[in-house]
């Protein structure tokens, strides 16, 4: 009698450590799973789970989530490095009370399909977090640049951007003046006494709505959200 109960005694002890430090990488790789399934992939990547108790985990409940990744592609968008932390984590059903962190180098293009980079600060609820994107003057420059050269056949000599919303566009003699603002089409693009013109884009396949646009610090600053479902395959 002494031997079974010592047996039964030593197989809850074993199942209840299983439970405590097996949760971790379960979870791990039921996030990871879900990461794959979205649409993303990295050249190197870590995700991390934590919860209190950490048998949480085994109810697809996670405190926090970490989720780091350098060369990353989502679908088909790609950015240098990924780092995001969720909190209050429902890992089947794929929902999160809120991210933060950033993404460096996020790809966005012109509407020739030329590459252009930007940082994005994301912090905020799981379905709409606020996201911050960063362009840089110089990028713009590019951008615009080409964006007329394309659709009004004229040479771009100088290109300027004014707070709170303004670009100025030089070729030759001639000073052209327009607003930045996003487009039905959810990208960025200028208004002159041209007409509209599409300048940069971000790639829909990136949960990331584009909202409002305008210029801080000599660079073009872009409010938008992240749903952070989306990530996990919600």
Not at 66 to 92: K, M, N, P, Q, Y
Request: hydrophobic share 50%; net charge negative.
């Amino acid at each position: 009698m002494r031997g079974c109960l010592f047996i039964l005694i030593l197989g809850a002890a074993v199942v209840a450590g299983a439970a405590w430090f097996g949760s971790p990488v379960l979870a791990t790789t039921l996030i990871e799973g879900a990461l794959r399934n979205a649409g993303y992939s990295a050249a190197t990547s870590t995700v991390h789970a934590t919860a209190d108790p950490p048998p949480r985990l085994l109810l697809g409940k996670a405190d926090r989530v970490e989720i780091r990744g350098t060369d990353v592609d989502f679908r088909t968008f790609h950015a240098a490095s990924l780092d995001l932390v969720l909190v209050d984590v429902d890992i089947i059903g794929r929902t999160a009370g809120g991210i933060s962190g950033r993404i460096e180098d996020a790809e966005m293009r012109t509407i020739d399909g030329v590459a252009a980079v930007a940082d994005v600060t994301i912090e905020g609820s799981g379905d709409a977090a606020a996201a911050i994107i960063v362009v840089g003057a110089g990028t713009v420059e590019q951008a615009v640049s080409e964006a007329f050269e394309r659709e009004f056949e004229v040479t771009v000599t100088d290109v300027q951007l004014v707070e709170p919303d303004v670009l100025r566009i030089s070729s030759g003699a001639t000073n052209v003046q327009g607003r930045l603002e996003v487009n039905d089409a959810g990208a960025i693009a200028l208004t002159t006494p041209l007409g509209s013109s599409t300048i940069l884009s971000f790639d829909p396949a990136f949960p990331l709505r584009l909202r409002d646009v305008a210029v801080r610090g000599g660079d073009l600053r872009i409010d938008a959200t992240l749903d952070a479902a989306a990530l996990l395959g919600g």
